[in-house]
Nanobody, 124 residues
């Protein structure tokens, strides 16, 4: 079965960086897009970035490109999210998700499997 395991979250000061990882198993990784979302308390799940199945195409949510960089290593079955210049507003649980197809997508309904999430807390 599909498994997605996020890691790399933690506590960081404003201006710091973190790299999240999502290790996948149970499906042909290169055939599906992989995305990152986040959800803060009391807020809706927010799209951050997605990488297409091949890893050649990436798309970012509004105001995300620049500070967030997604990368997909099909050989390692892992997708990463590099986060730079973090702000307290970035505090949330971060989730990776498997797309239902290889093309990149930004809506949660276009993803069929989700990891358990990793907490990111940015202190001021």
């Amino acid at each position: 079965q599909v498994q997605l395991v996020e890691s790399g979250g933690g506590l960081v000061q404003t201006g710091g960086s973190l790299r999240l990882s999502c290790a996948a198993s149970g499906f042909t990784f290169s055939a599906y897009a992989m995305g990152w979302f986040r959800q803060a308390p009391g807020k809706e799940r927010e799209f951050i970035a997605v990488s297409s199945g091949s890893g050649e195409m990436s798309y970012y949510g509004q105001n995300k490109e620049g500070r967030f960089v997604i990368s997909k290593d099909n050989a390692k079955y892992t997708v990463y999210l590099q986060m730079n210049n973090l702000e307290p507003e970035d505090t949330a649980i971060y989730y990776c998700a498997k797309g239902s197809r290889s093309l990149a997508a930004s809506q949660p309904r276009e993803y069929d499997s989700w990891g358990q999430g990793t907490q990111v807390t940015v202190s001021s």
